[in-house]
């Protein structure tokens, strides 16, 4: 089933209307109308350098995207060129470098900046996320708790519906996502790095420079009906009862949201530490991160937690001292076996 996109994309602060044209660039192609006045041809985020031979503007676009400005037989790109008057040069896939465009005016070649940048940021929506932002809960001490969790619920629910070993969470994995990213080549990881570093000065203002007490209690399901779950999650809470763990979320998010490097999907982060994830069940790779996975919904066999919520509904898996946030990378493990870490600060 295709997915619903919005028929408007801002770029930079700039409204296009997205138009599917046709069925056969890669996914599909798509053209943009820029919906603001057209005497505004001005761009704001290059530098356009005049030379000799007329104007000349050199973009930074990750290589996995070249393909969608060349398009099918290149018939994009030559559109594109046609369209705006100007010379397109892009680097051989896989090669990480700028794309040139030149023309012989400065608003030739400001328009085919913006075009490209709008297919850009509409394919880039695309891609699978490359890390994500997590706090680690796999302190020993909660992760000896998980442990026993884990073996009384196969002692004392095996023979419910779908309950069985492999959907439980890697105790080194444990953690809470704060949001994903796409990170497509070296520069917008060292990129993410630096937004991250921004944040530290913030995140010890909540704190007041030390690390955070958290206690994981409780467990909670995502859907409607006990009898019928795909994620088990444990709950978690700063002891004193502040909302300081939601707020350095939120304010995580909206700072990457605005620096481009995140998609907001809620008005605030769902804090929760799974524990049981059917999407664990087929494939062990598979990692819980708020993402849709390797599966679709229908191959999910979901198990019964009638039981489970009874019996250890309020079960305390441990308390610790949250002491980080890290950039995590997917589907790694680094050598305590936790996810391997692009970069990371320090709440204290």
Same mark, same amino acid.
């Given at each position: 089933?295709?997915?619903? /996109?919005?028929?408007?994309?801002?770029?930079?602060?700039?409204?296009?209307?997205?138009?599917?044209?046709?069925?056969?660039?890669?996914?599909?192609?798509?053209?943009?109308?820029?919906?603001?006045?057209?005497? !505004?041809?001005?761009?704001?985020?290059?530098?356009?350098?005049?030379? !000799?031979?007329?104007?000349? =503007?050199?973009?930074?676009?990750?290589?996995?995207?070249? #393909?969608?400005?060349?398009?099918?037989?290149?018939?994009?790109? #030559?559109?594109?060129?046609?369209?705006?008057?100007?010379?397109?040069?892009?680097?051989? &896939?896989?090669?990480?470098?700028?794309?040139?465009?030149?023309?012989?005016?400065? %608003?030739?070649?400001?328009?085919?900046?913006?075009?490209?940048?709008?297919?850009?940021?509409?394919?880039? /929506?695309?891609?699978?996320? %490359?890390?994500?932002?997590?706090?680690? $809960?796999?302190?020993? #001490?909660?992760?000896?708790?998980?442990?026993?969790?884990?073996?009384?619920?196969?002692?004392? =629910?095996?023979?419910?519906?779908?309950?069985?070993?492999?959907?439980? &969470?890697?105790?080194?994995?444990?953690?809470?996502?704060?949001?994903?990213?796409?990170?497509?080549?070296?520069?917008?990881?060292?990129?993410?790095?630096?937004?991250?570093?921004?944040?530290?000065?913030?995140?010890?203002?909540?704190?007041?420079?030390?690390?955070?007490?958290?206690?994981?209690?409780?467990?909670?399901?995502?859907?409607?009906?006990?009898?019928?779950?795909?994620?088990?999650?444990?709950?978690?809470?700063?002891? !004193?009862?502040?909302?300081?763990?939601?707020?350095?979320?939120?304010?995580?998010?909206?700072?990457?949201?605005?620096?481009?490097?995140?998609?907001?999907?809620? !008005?605030?982060?769902?804090?929760?530490?799974?524990?049981?994830?059917?999407?664990?069940?087929?494939?062990?790779?598979?990692?819980?991160?708020?993402?849709?996975? /390797?599966?679709?919904?229908?191959?999910?066999?979901?198990?019964?937690?009638?039981?489970? $919520?009874?019996?250890?509904?309020?079960? =305390?898996?441990?308390?610790?001292? $949250?002491?980080?946030?890290?950039?995590? &990378?997917?589907?790694?493990?680094?050598? %305590?076996?936790?996810?391997?870490?692009?970069?990371?600060?320090?709440?204290?």
């Amino acid at each position: 089933m295709d997915v619903l /996109r919005p028929p408007l994309i801002n770029i930079n602060g700039r409204i296009y209307r997205r138009n599917i044209i046709k069925e056969e660039h890669y996914e599909e192609e798509e053209e943009f109308s820029y919906m603001g006045p057209p005497e !505004d041809e001005t761009c704001d985020t290059h530098l356009i350098e005049q030379s !000799d031979k007329g104007y000349r =503007c050199a973009i930074d676009v990750p290589s996995v995207l070249y #393909k969608y400005i060349i398009g099918k037989k290149g018939e994009t790109r #030559k559109r594109l060129e046609f369209d705006t008057k100007t010379s397109i040069n892009i680097p051989k &896939q896989g090669v990480e470098g700028q794309i040139v465009i030149t023309g012989s005016t400065k %608003t030739a070649v400001s328009s085919a900046v913006t075009r490209v940048e709008v297919l850009v940021e509409s394919f880039r /929506r695309k891609q699978p996320f %490359t890390h994500f932002l997590s706090f680690p $809960l796999n302190d020993s #001490k909660v992760q000896e708790g998980f442990l026993r969790f884990k073996d009384e619920v196969l002692k004392q =629910c095996s023979q419910d519906h779908g309950v069985e070993e492999s959907i439980f &969470q890697n105790p080194a994995k444990l953690h809470l996502t704060i949001g994903t990213l796409a990170l497509l080549n070296e520069m917008e990881v060292r990129k993410a790095c630096e937004h991250l570093q921004e944040c530290q000065n913030f995140i010890r203002d909540i704190t007041e420079g030390k690390p955070l007490p958290l206690e994981v209690t409780g467990i909670e399901y995502m859907n409607d009906d006990p009898a019928m779950v795909d994620v088990l999650y444990a709950k978690v809470n700063v002891p !004193d009862g502040s909302d300081r763990l939601q707020v350095i979320a939120d304010r995580l998010v909206e700072h990457f949201v605005s620096a481009g490097l995140m998609v907001r999907e809620w !008005d605030r982060v769902k804090l929760h530490g799974t524990v049981m994830n059917t999407l664990f069940r087929k494939d062990s790779t598979v990692e819980d991160t708020s993402a849709a996975g /390797r599966q679709t919904v229908n191959e999910r066999e979901a198990f019964d937690a009638k039981n489970i $919520l009874k019996k250890f509904g309020a079960y =305390c898996f441990g308390e610790f001292e $949250l002491n980080t946030v890290q950039l995590s &990378q997917r589907y790694s493990t680094d050598c %305590t076996g936790y996810y391997s870490s692009a970069g990371s600060i320090s709440l204290s």
